[in-house]
């Protein structure tokens, strides 16, 4: 048993825990995102637009009720009968004895007891979900290319960032044969575990088929009717497939309801696909290819709708225009340092709000 006991990890104290709460220096930036995303998940679409129009004296009434009633209705059935019970608890008092000048006795340590088993099992919910969350996100992970796969004659920036714990994007490469590589940028409708489990068969479908077809439009009419066949009420996913040989000056791109990507060139354009239907949406969609030419140092970015619909704590979008600007002051530089001079414009730009939607790129640069 000493043996044991001596490899059993050390929990850490209380003392030292506040210790290193204090220390972190982080309290009140993070006090203010958790206050946006406690609004962000309780307070719907209809109560956001109704709170605009109020005044911020009725604004700080209104919107407390509006938490704690959403907090209520939300419990199950147990939890939301002993949250009545110790609200009835805070304000029941006793009488102790006849005489008026005995004390009387209330319930308020009792309340208290209640309202912590509670959050106990909230927090237990909490972090049952979130170790399952967790083993899902490894698998995303491993999943994940490298960041810079070895393409010849093409410099590569791979990137993908879940907004919670498993993410409903996309991103892919695999070597097809001695030239032949594909890469994919997806995004899959809705978010959280639904998402990403449908994001894993839409990676590991893509896969098969690629190994399998020569014709980037073929492969995703192939995929496209295995997820119509199987797919759920209003599941689907916008792709961007794209194939590339080693040192060649042109690749093949097949765009099924994704935003056009940006060419990068002398002026920033997109490509001429778009409008086909996302993956799952039709049983036969038409689906077709562009074939692209490139120039030393020209470059196609690939990017979700997290970035460019990337919000700032006030709100507003970057959106495209802002987006354009920042690519044509990178363009000239390596996809790394590309993608990565991107990824520090969007922590930037998002400061201290929260990320609203996962953050995927995928950037290709002829050498």
């Excluded at 995703?220 to 590339?244: Q, W």
Aim: with cysteine; glycine share 6%; net charge negative.
């Amino acid at each position: 048993m000493a043996g044991t006991n001596n490899f059993r990890k050390k929990e850490p104290g209380i003392r030292e825990t506040l210790q290193d709460d204090l220390n972190s220096g982080d309290f009140f930036k993070n006090l203010k995102r958790e206050w946006a995303e406690l609004k962000e998940f309780f307070i719907d679409d209809d109560r956001r637009e109704q709170l605009k129009t109020m005044g911020g004296f009725k604004k700080f009434f209104v919107l407390p009720f509006w938490l704690l009633k959403s907090l209520f209705l939300k419990m199950n059935t147990v939890r939301r009968m002993l949250f009545i019970f110790s609200i009835v608890l805070m304000f029941l008092t006793v009488k102790i004895g006849n005489s008026n000048s005995e004390p009387n006795m209330d319930f308020n340590l009792f309340a208290a007891f209640v309202l912590i088993f509670i959050l106990m099992l909230e927090l237990k919910d909490k972090l049952l979900a979130k170790s399952e969350l967790r083993e899902g996100r490894s698998v995303q992970e491993a999943m994940m290319p490298e960041e810079n796969p070895a393409i010849s004659g093409w410099d590569i920036f791979l990137y993908s960032r879940p907004a919670n714990d498993v993410g409903g994007d996309m991103v892919d490469y695999l070597r097809l044969g001695e030239k032949r590589n594909y890469i994919a940028l997806g995004d899959v409708s809705g978010k959280g575990l639904g998402a990403a489990l449908f994001m894993v068969k839409l990676q590991s479908t893509l896969r098969a088929m690629a190994n399998e077809i020569t014709s980037p439009a073929e492969i995703c009419d192939r995929v496209n009717s295995i997820f119509h066949r199987d797919k759920t009420s209003k599941s689907f996913a916008s792709l961007v497939y794209v194939e590339v040989e080693d040192n060649s000056d042109k690749l093949k791109i097949v765009n099924a309801g994704h935003m056009p990507p940006k060419i990068l060139s002398d002026e920033i354009k997109e490509t001429k696909t778009k409008g086909m239907p996302a993956i799952g949406l039709m049983k036969k969609p038409p689906y077709s290819e562009e074939i692209i030419s490139f120039n030393s140092g020209d470059a196609m970015i690939i990017y979700s709708d997290g970035v460019t619909e990337a919000r700032n704590p006030w709100g507003d979008f970057l959106g495209e225009d802002k987006f354009e600007t920042f690519l044509g002051k990178i363009k000239h530089q390596n996809a790394s340092m590309m993608g990565k001079r991107l990824l520090a414009e969007l922590e930037y730009f998002i400061d201290d709000a929260s990320q609203s939607d996962d953050i995927s790129i995928a950037i290709l640069k002829k050498e």
